[in-house]
């Protein structure tokens, strides 16, 4: 049986993610761990960590005797791109950080990389697993240089580290904050609130987006793969959903006729998003550890109308 250590626990992933492995792994095996305090009625355990304070992190992972790093706390792209110095002592220094403490205690490790990792030069559709990356924002930046770090602390250390390139997450239970895809998650809820929606993302811009479910699913599957199938280790390319604004526009008015979509593009989410690929290739996580999507389009615009309809209403 595992015992995990999240860090960004109170993040978009983490929110959910916690839940997701007490449910699997039983509820004192996930140590949940965030900046932010939480509220008096959550569930334990959870304890306060900045993931730049490496000494902290370090005792809470060895007084909670855990075996894994799930390492979640970072800045999203938009956010980075407002923040770079801010982005790359979050995003760096608290992924050295992560590693270290892995590699004193000797613990598994997991951190997720992202389509931002990838740049304009890189091939646009159907980006293979290894491709030419060269991004030109600081989240790109941060994502390449991690995607290494992990790779290094695995040939170096033979630390068993693993992660995934996600796409954009959508979800109805955190919201995401910061990012370059966040219009995916919005456009659901003003669908439900006033049945229009103005996207900061052009009409013919695609970028490969996930439900929450696949996302949560991917991170245990690909924890708990045989490392011997394992020909690559970290930044696994995973992809459910290539979509535009227009895409979304189309499966929502299925549900609500009457929506209505409307553009005023923001220039500097705009520019991150055409850096970034219209589609990825997810072979390599399918062939090697079995990585399937369970959401599509349809299924997911269903359920998320669905369940925020529930919140709001
Ligand atoms: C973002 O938009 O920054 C993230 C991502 C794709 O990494 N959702």
């Known amino acids: 049986m595992k015992k995990i250590l999240v860090t960004g626990a109170r993040g978009q992933i983490g929110s959910e993610l916690v839940g997701k492995l ?12 965030d900046i932010r305090k939480g509220d008096e009625a959550e569930e334990v355990p959870f304890e306060v960590v900045d993931v730049t304070d490496s000494g902290r992190l370090f005792s809470v992972a060895k007084e909670h005797n855990v075996d894994t790093i799930m390492h979640l706390a970072a800045l999203l792209s938009a956010n980075a791109e407002a923040m770079p110095k801010v982005a790359w002592d979050l995003n760096m220094g608290g992924l050295v950080n992560a590693l270290e403490v892995s590699r004193e205690l ?21 980006t293979p697993q290894d491709s030419l990356q060269r991004p030109t924002t600081m989240y790109g930046v941060n994502k390449v240089a991690g995607e290494l770090l992990c790779d290094y602390y695995h040939y170096r250390y033979g630390l068993d580290t693993r992660g995934v390139r996600y796409p954009g997450l959508i979800s109805h239970v955190t919201s995401p904050g910061g990012g370059t895809t966040d219009y995916a998650v919005e456009i659901y809820y003003e669908a439900i609130k006033t049945q ?18 696949d996302a949560l699913d991917a991170i245990i599957e690909l924890m708990e793969a045989d490392p011997s199938k394992l020909v690559h280790r970290n930044a696994f390319n995973i992809t459910a ?6 895409d979304f526009k189309y499966a929502i008015q299925k549900h609500i006729p009457e929506f209505e979509l409307f553009y005023n593009v923001d220039p500097i989410r705009q520019q991150i998003a055409d850096s970034w690929p219209n589609s990825i290739d997810s072979s390599a996580a399918r062939d090697e550890w079995g990585f399937k999507a369970k959401y599509d389009m349809d299924k997911m615009t269903k359920e998320m109308l669905e369940k925020v309809a529930g919140k709001i209403n």
Do not use: H, W
Not at 22 to 33: D, F, H, K, P, Q
Not at 108 to 125: E, L, V
Not at 196 to 213: K, L
């Open 196 to 213: 229009a929606y103005t996207s900061y993302i052009g009409e013919d811009t695609c970028m490969d987006m996930m439900y929450m479910p």
């Open 22 to 33: 007490r449910e699997t792994y039983g509820m004192s095996n996930v140590i949940a761990t």
């Open 241 to 246: 959903i290539s979509a535009t604004p227009e």
């Open 106 to 126: 000797d613990l598994q490790f997991f951190t997720p990389s992202s389509i931002g990792a990838f740049g304009p030069s890189t091939p646009k559709d159907n």
